[in-house]
C-alpha cells in the first residue's frame, strides 16, 4: 500500500513537472527573451506581513523604490548635494505605508509623495510642491552667443495687451528681479544635477524660470517678476509677469508657439502645387470634429502638410492620435506595441484608458488603428520641433509607419523614443523624466533600436525668431516641389 502510494505521488510529481517545462516554453515563445523582460521586472516583496492588504502596499512599495534604485544618478546627486538619506528615508515610508492604522488615501499620500521627491532633480522637496502648488513663468528662453533669448511664451501673456507691445521672440533677456540672466541662468544651472550633463541642458531650458522660484522666491512668494529685456535695436524695456499655477495650465513645458492663428485646428490650401496644410495646436478629442472636416476637405489635394509644433496633448490625446492615424490606412491595423515599465505606479496613480492589455506579450499594449471615412493615400510631410516633445510618440511613428510620412523641422530625435512617467493624483500633480515605456513594432523588435530622425533639419533662425520667416513650412512646400 505505502510503495502504491509513494509512486503515486512520483507520477503526479512528474505531471506537475511537465506541465510546469510546457508552459512555461509556451509562455517564453510569446514572451520577450529574458535579458528583454529583466528590463521590466517588478520589485517583489522578499517577505510578508501576514497580512494580505498590508502585502498588497508593501509591494507597491517596493515598486516604488525600484523606480528609485534606477533613477541614479539622480538619487546619488541628491544624497551628496542637498544632503537626502535615501535609505533613511525608504525606511522611513516602509514603517509608514506597513501601518495598518494607516487609512488607504494617506498610504497613496505617502507613496506620492516620496514620487515627488524625484520630481525635479534641481530643486529641495518644499511644502508647496507637497500641497501640489508649483510656480513658473510660462515662457521659454534659449542660450545664443551668451545671450538668453526670448523664445516663446504661452497664450494666458498674449491675453494682456500691455505684454504684446513690448514682448517679441527674438529679444534679449538681461535681468530677472534686478539679477544678471545670464549668471542666474548659470548659477542655478550649476546647482543642478543638469549641470552635469551637458546633453540635458535644453531641459534645464524648461525649468529655468521654476528652479528660480523654488531657490531664491518660495519663502517671500511673490505675486509678480521683473524681466528686463534688449530688443535689435537697443531698445530696452521692462515687464512684470505675473507667476502663475503651473499645474493648472496646459501646455507649460512646451510653450505655444507664436502664431497669428491660435485655433486649435485650421486647414487651408497653398497655392504651390495644389496643396493641403492643416495645424494642429490641441490634440484635444473635443476639437476632433474640426480635424475630421478639415480632413474631408483635403481630399482633392495632391499632397499635404500636417504641423504639429506646439501641439498641446491632454488626456485623451491617445485616441485622438489613433483617430488621425485611420485616415491613413485602408484597413484595421495593430501597427506597434507600447510595453510599459512599472505599471503599478501607472495603474494605481494613472487614469488613462488604454486599449486591452495583450496578454501573450504582458504587460504590452496593442496600439490598433481602424480606418476612417476618407483615406489619403497621396504624400504626407509632418512639421515638428522642439515644443512637440511628448514621447513615445504612437502620432510620429505611426503617420512614418502607415503613410511613409517625411519629417521636417528640428528636436525630435529621442521624443519618439520613452515615455515620461507624469501622475496625476488627489494630491499632487507631477512628473519626472524616468523612461517607463517604449514601442515594439508587432514582431516586438523594439523601435529604440531604429531612432526616428528628421528626413530634413532645420537650424533655428533670427527671422524665425521674430516671426518674419517660418522656414520649417517653406522647407515642407519646396519638399513637395522638389518631389
Request: charged residues 25%; negative net charge.
Amino acid at each position: 500500500m505505502d510503495d502504491k502510494f509513494q509512486w503515486s505521488g512520483l507520477i503526479l510529481i512528474v505531471l506537475v513537472v511537465a506541465f510546469v517545462l510546457r508552459f512555461s516554453l509556451q509562455y517564453a515563445q510569446n514572451s520577450l527573451n529574458a535579458e528583454e523582460w529583466e528590463e521590466f521586472e517588478l520589485y517583489e516583496i522578499s517577505e510578508t506581513t501576514g497580512n494580505e492588504e498590508l502585502d498588497g502596499r508593501l509591494n507597491f512599495f517596493n515598486s516604488v523604490t525600484g523606480i528609485v534604485r534606477d533613477s541614479f544618478p539622480y538619487v546619488n546627486i541628491k544624497e551628496s548635494r542637498f544632503g537626502y538619506k535615501w535609505q533613511e528615508i525608504t525606511d522611513y515610508y516602509s514603517s509608514i505605508v506597513t501601518n495598518e492604522s494607516l487609512p488607504e488615501q494617506a498610504y497613496l499620500y505617502t507613496i506620492s509623495e516620496m514620487l515627488s521627491l524625484l520630481d525635479d532633480p534641481g530643486t529641495r522637496l518644499s511644502d508647496r510642491i507637497l500641497e501640489g502648488v508649483e510656480r513658473n513663468l510660462l515662457m521659454n528662453v534659449t542660450l545664443q552667443d551668451d545671450q538668453l533669448i526670448l523664445k516663446n511664451y504661452h497664450e494666458i501673456y498674449r491675453e494682456n495687451e500691455d505684454y504684446m507691445q513690448y514682448l517679441e521672440p527674438g529679444d534679449v533677456l538681461l535681468k530677472v528681479d534686478d539679477r544678471n540672466a545670464l549668471g542666474l541662468y548659470n548659477a542655478l544651472l550649476e546647482d543642478s544635477i543638469f549641470g552635469l550633463f551637458p546633453e540635458t541642458q535644453d531641459i534645464f531650458m524648461e525649468r529655468y524660470f521654476r528652479t528660480y522660484y523654488h531657490q531664491y522666491l518660495e519663502k517671500i512668494n511673490p505675486q509678480f517678476c521683473k524681466l528686463d529685456f534688449r530688443k535689435d535695436d537697443g531698445t530696452e524695456y521692462t515687464v512684470l509677469l505675473e507667476w502663475q499655477d503651473a499645474i493648472n495650465i496646459t501646455g507649460v513645458n512646451g510653450v505655444v508657439t507664436s502664431s497669428s492663428n491660435s485655433s486649435v485646428a485650421y486647414g487651408e490650401y497653398l497655392e504651390d502645387g495644389n496643396l493641403g496644410y492643416i495645424r494642429l495646436n490641441s490634440l484635444y478629442m473635443e476639437n476632433l470634429p474640426l480635424f475630421q472636416s478639415e480632413m474631408a476637405r483635403m481630399q482633392n489635394t495632391s499632397g499635404l502638410i500636417v504641423d504639429l509644433r506646439g501641439a498641446d496633448k491632454s488626456i485623451d490625446y491617445i485616441t485622438f492620435e489613433k483617430a488621425i492615424l485611420g485616415y491613413f490606412t485602408a484597413s484595421e491595423q495593430t501597427i506597434f506595441y507600447e510595453k510599459t515599465r512599472y505599471s503599478p505606479i501607472l495603474l494605481r496613480f494613472s487614469d488613462f484608458e488604454y486599449e486591452p492589455i495583450d496578454r501573450a506579450y504582458y504587460p504590452a499594449l496593442s496600439v490598433t488603428v481602424l480606418p476612417a471615412s476618407g483615406y489619403y493615400a497621396k504624400p504626407l510631410v509632418v512639421l515638428v520641433d522642439e515644443n512637440y516633445m511628448e514621447s513615445p510618440d504612437e502620432l510620429i511613428v505611426g503617420l512614418v509607419k502607415l503613410a511613409d510620412a517625411t519629417l521636417i523641422g528640428r528636436g525630435f530625435e529621442v521624443h519618439a523614443l520613452g515615455k515620461n512617467i507624469s501622475v496625476d493624483t488627489p494630491y499632487l500633480n507631477y512628473g519626472f523624466r524616468l523612461s517607463t515605456s517604449y514601442l515594439y513594432d508587432t514582431t516586438m523588435k523594439k523601435l529604440e533600436n531604429e531612432p526616428l530622425v528628421m528626413d530634413v533639419e532645420i537650424p533655428y533662425s533670427s527671422q524665425e525668431a521674430n516671426g518674419s520667416l517660418d522656414p520649417i513650412l517653406r522647407a515642407g512646400i519646396e519638399w513637395f516641389e522638389e518631389d
